[in-house]
């Protein structure tokens, strides 16, 4: 099983709907989640990050954490052209001021317009 | 500087020689981190450094991997003996603080532009 699992997609949304992405953890002592934005041939760039178990909403996007289930989600409310990306979920490492961050393959998000 | 810079960005060598990958932080960043991403994959730790100390570098693949932040602030990750499955964008990132436990702190790590290797 790897340590930090997402739908590879790609994942098709028309504008102005709700894009939704899924990820898996196996670390059940993981505690920090992050999603990263990476634009064909660019870097990762984060846009949201997550500690607690709930939602955590910054401008059209939610973070969805429920440790119980190991899973956390990426909602992207009034989808743009402009998300068109891959995202990817990473974890932190469960052990104590070890920065070290895992991530998964990344969910290709495509908007229609 | 504004961002993390890497050099070169392209890097392409002869199977069996050594490549050295340089990263520069941002400026101030305590933290700076290497991983290896394969197309159509996430990124891959390699290993990462608070100041000039290698907190952990067990994500290097084997002995021919090394790398190095002798003053606390540039880093070089070093391939010796390259061979071919050693290409991929080698990427590099750096964060503000070694202590993330910090009520509100994301201690965000921010990737530079990669360096592209390929080993013929």
């Known amino acids: 099983q790897k340590e930090v699992e997402q739908n590879s997609g790609p994942l098709s949304v028309p504008e102005g709907a709700i894009a939704s992405l899924n990820c898996t953890y196996s670390d059940r002592g993981s505690q920090s989640f992050f999603w990263y934005r990476q634009y064909s041939g660019k870097s990762p760039e984060l846009i949201m990050f997550i500690y607690s178990n709930g939602d955590k909403e910054d401008g059209r996007f939610t973070a969805q954490l429920n440790k119980a289930s190991q899973y956390v989600s990426l909602l992207i409310r009034d989808s743009q052209p402009s998300d068109s990306a891959t995202y990817l979920c990473?974890?932190?490492?469960?052990?104590?001021?070890?920065?070290?961050?895992?991530f998964g393959t990344g969910t290709r998000l495509t908007i229609i317009p | 500087g504004a961002g993390v810079s890497q050099s070169p960005r392209y890097k392409v060598t002869k199977r069996g020689q050594d490549v050295a990958l340089r990263c520069d932080p941002i400026?101030?960043?305590?933290?700076l981190y290497w991983y290896r991403q394969a197309l159509g994959q996430g990124p891959e730790f390699l290993t990462y450094?608070?100041?000039?100390?290698?907190?952990?570098k067990s994500g290097l693949p084997n002995d021919r991997f090394s790398a190095e932040r002798p003053e606390g602030s540039i880093s070089t990750l070093t391939i010796q003996r390259t061979e071919q499955r050693d290409s991929a964008m080698y990427r590099c990132a750096s964060s503000l603080s070694p202590t993330p436990y910090i009520a509100g702190s994301d201690n965000e790590q921010f990737f530079g532009p990669g360096t592209r290797l390929t080993v013929l």
């Open positions: 400026s101030g960043h305590v933290s």
């Open positions: 450094f608070n100041y000039e100390a290698q907190q952990d």
């Open positions: 990473a974890v932190r490492s469960s052990n104590f001021g070890n920065e070290k961050l895992t």
